[in-house]
């Protein structure tokens, strides 16, 4: 039987490209969304992929959300932690709101997320976990210190789940996206995309599709030697 | 005037190594601690450098913990964010409570400090920030997911600043130390004492002075050049 993908904030932009492959590609998918109602049921009519609402940042929610996909489609197998959210300020006008919310929602749901689907993982022996992190959790940027301390938590975060989960068949694994041509990047200044543009060697913006396949071959039955990697998508525009 | 440095968790171990070393360099140091008023009470005596007791966990706190210390000493030239707790479960077992804590104290107060000291910085025109991150921040550990997730998150948080503070004259970078002879690994069986020290090139543990050292060459004057960046110093355990 196909195994059971969840992919949170999976209704939109790179999430929503993630949610579609891996439908695409035969797995049972359920997307977690947070907001946006319309987006959602818009997504779910033309994929006919199952959504449901509730705040990753949130454990109980979490705790709830999971168990209701479990009854709904199976035991997740494959959990792809994509929800993200900016709360872009300098340092010096930086509220703790922004600091917390953004914590919460990109690296606390990885805690909340992967805490309620591990010990179905560890019972089946089989789990494939994909945190999608960030060139600027890599690479540091001006304006986001609480981004790049989450995304880049998410990456320590991967490498300590690995350890434990490798010998349980649970690979563990991080996507780096670069700039990609979603909602969240064409919230950015036109003339401040032109430079971040023209600083990518590839000469454009990544697809959600570019990230989504990278995702759909780490979750394979046959990548079960990768853990603890974290592949970089960026067109060449952070390297180390 | 020299510099005044505050330096977080500095009564023992290696935040006490940090503060021995930048008095012996010559600057002014101050120390917070929050816990072992009487490992405190010791330190002041022994080495005349005043301590202040508050929670970095807590934005309030550092707020007037902050206060108190430029009220007595004037602002903060150099902050060293050395302040950490571990509270280690395997992940299935990991309760939420404990991974808030490890969050909090080991990254969140990064932010909470650094923004009571980062305006200062900027109006003065410099500044060194130095977060203490850990090989385990960098190479993942068993058992350790909610600290593993902090301290990378530390390393993201020193690049994003590092971006910000570079026309300011502010540094941001980050000394990541293996496993170095202090108090708490004294406290662990000697049989995994040595596995651990089986694996470094150099074949011992680090002293609380090296990583003094490394803390030293990062704020001087003609470390300007120097930011964003991640000294690393464990005898070779983990390079990459």
């Known amino acids: ?240 | 005037m020299p510099r005044l440095a505050l330096v977080t968790g500095g009564t023992r171990g290696i935040g006490a190594g940090i503060a021995l070393a930048l008095k012996d360099a010559g600057y002014r140091v101050v120390v917070n601690y929050h816990s072992a008023d009487d490992v405190a009470e010791k330190f002041t005596v022994d080495t005349n450098i005043p301590v202040f007791k508050w929670d970095v966990s807590d934005f309030d706190a550092c707020r007037e913990g902050v206060k108190q210390v430029s009220d007595a000493h004037g602002p903060v030239d150099i902050l060293i964010n050395n302040a950490g707790t571990v509270s280690d479960a395997k992940f299935e077992n990991m309760s939420e409570a404990q991974w808030h804590r490890v969050l909090r104290v080991n990254l969140d107060s990064v932010f909470h400090m650094c923004q009571q000291v980062y305006p200062g910085m900027v109006e003065q025109k410099w500044g060194r920030i130095i977060n203490i991150g850990s090989m385990n921040g960098q190479a993942g550990q068993l058992n350790q997911v909610n600290y593993v997730a902090a301290k990378a998150g530390m390393h993201g948080f020193t690049k994003a600043l590092a971006q910000e503070g570079a026309k300011h004259g502010i540094t941001v970078n980050t000394v990541a130390p293996g496993y170095v002879d202090t108090y708490l690994m004294r406290e662990m069986p000697e049989r995994i004492l040595d596995k651990i020290i089986g694996k470094s090139p150099i074949h011992r543990l680090g002293a609380e002075a090296e990583i003094g050292h490394a803390v030293v060459f990062l704020v001087d004057e003609k470390a300007a050049w120097t930011t964003g960046s991640t000294v690393t110093l464990n005898g070779g355990t983990h390079m990459y």
């Open chain 1, 1 to 240: 039987m196909a195994r059971v993908a969840l992919v949170s904030g999976g209704t939109r932009g790179i999430g929503g490209a993630i949610a579609k492959s891996l439908h695409d590609a035969g797995y049972k998918v359920a997307a977690v969304y947070a907001n946006n109602d319309e987006a959602a049921e818009r997504f779910h009519q033309e994929t006919g992929i199952a959504v449901y609402k509730w705040d990753v940042g949130d454990f109980e929610q979490c705790q709830d959300g999971i168990a209701q996909v479990t009854r709904d489609l199976g035991p997740i197998e494959i959990l792809v932690n994509n929800a993200g959210i900016t709360r872009d300020a300098t340092l010096q006008r930086m509220a703790q709101e922004q600091w917390q919310a953004v914590l919460d929602t990109n690296l606390g749901s990885c805690f909340n997320m992967c805490r309620c689907v591990i010990e179905a993982m560890r019972a089946g022996g089989f789990g494939r976990i994909v945190n999608v992190g960030s060139i600027n959790g890599q690479a540091g940027q001006y304006g986001q210190v609480n981004y790049a301390a989450a995304k880049s938590g998410i990456h320590g975060f991967t490498k300590a789940l690995a350890q434990e989960g490798a010998k349980k068949g649970i690979t563990v694994n991080a996507v780096a996206p670069g700039y990609v041509d979603t909602d969240m990047v064409r919230a950015v200044p036109e003339n401040v995309l032109e430079k971040i543009i023209a600083s990518i060697p590839v000469g454009r913006l990544g697809r959600a599709d570019d990230i989504a396949r990278t995702v759909k071959f780490l979750v394979a039955d046959d990548a079960d030697f990768i853990t603890g990697s974290t592949i970089s998508v960026n067109g060449g525009h952070h390297m180390y």
